[in-house]
């Protein structure tokens, strides 16, 4: 059974950087097909798809992120991180990272973390 | 504003049907697979279904999706106290290259 575990702190302040990372277990994020994604959703409000990352490395963003957002894969460690650039209030948000598999010939979000409150506060 | 509407909320009593509507756009659901996914209050949401109309291994048949158009359902039967949740339909946007979500629907089971 996969299992994903986001981290990092909970607390940034406005025009900082945000940085979390999911740690993977039961399973090898270099493993072909999968995709390793970042979903974000604000407090009392619905879900966002921030990104994903592919075992190979090749990356695919949200667009209205799409400036300020970098997923990379740290294979060493069965890890996957997020950063974000230039917080602002509107980021605050609980992060999840997820797991796309393949499924014939779609993508499913199968695998979740438990996910991590981010907070920009000053 | 989400790129698919959902109604915000939705009810039933125990052991009645209800249906939960996704209503996109030819650029999304027209063209793509449509997913569903449960959120139980303060939890990761957790896919229901896949593929337009798949259940993942472990969820209950009295869960179904289907697809016809710009629009998807999600059709609970049987209502039971424990599907009090939040209900999220997802798919491809193809204008954006990217994953999109409803805005959600949260089910009160009376």
């Known amino acids: 059974q996969v299992q994903l575990q986001e981290s990092g702190p909970g607390l940034v302040k406005p025009s900082e950087t945000l940085s979390l990372t999911c740690t993977v277990s039961?399973?090898?994020?270099?493993?072909?097909?999968?995709?390793w994604s970042w979903i974000r959703q604000p407090p009392g409000k619905g879900l966002e798809w921030i990104g994903y990352?592919?075992?190979?490395?090749?990356?695919n963003y949200n667009p209205s992120l799409k400036s300020r957002v970098t997923i990379s894969l740290d294979t060493s460690k069965n890890q996957f991180s997020l950063k974000l650039t230039s917080v602002t209030a509107a980021d605050t948000a609980v992060y999840y990272c997820?797991?796309?598999?393949?499924?014939?010939?779609?993508?499913?979000?199968?695998?979740w973390g438990q996910g991590t409150l981010f907070t920009v506060s000053s | 504003q989400s790129v698919l509407t959902q109604p915000p909320s939705a009810s039933g009593t125990p052991g009645q049907r209800v249906t939960i509507s996704c209503s996109g756009s030819s650029s999304n659901i027209r063209n793509n697979y449509v997913y569903w996914y449960q959120q139980l209050p303060g939890t990761a949401p957790k896919l229901l279904i896949c593929?337009?109309?798949q259940r993942p291994s472990g969820v209950p048949d009295r869960f179904s999706g289907s697809k016809s158009g710009t629009s998807a359902s999600l059709a609970i039967s049987g209502l039971r106290a424990e599907d009090e949740a939040d209900y999220y339909c997802?798919?491809?946007?193809?204008?954006?290259?990217?994953?999109?979500f409803g805005g959600g629907t949260k089910l009160t089971v009376l």
């Open positions: 039961g399973g090898s994020v270099s493993s072909g097909a999968y995709l």
């Open positions: 593929g337009n109309n």
């Open positions: 997802a798919t491809w946007e193809d204008s954006l290259s990217g994953r999109v």
């Open positions: 990352v592919s075992y190979s490395g090749s990356t």
């Open positions: 997820a797991r796309d598999a393949p499924r014939g010939n779609y993508y499913s979000l199968d695998f």
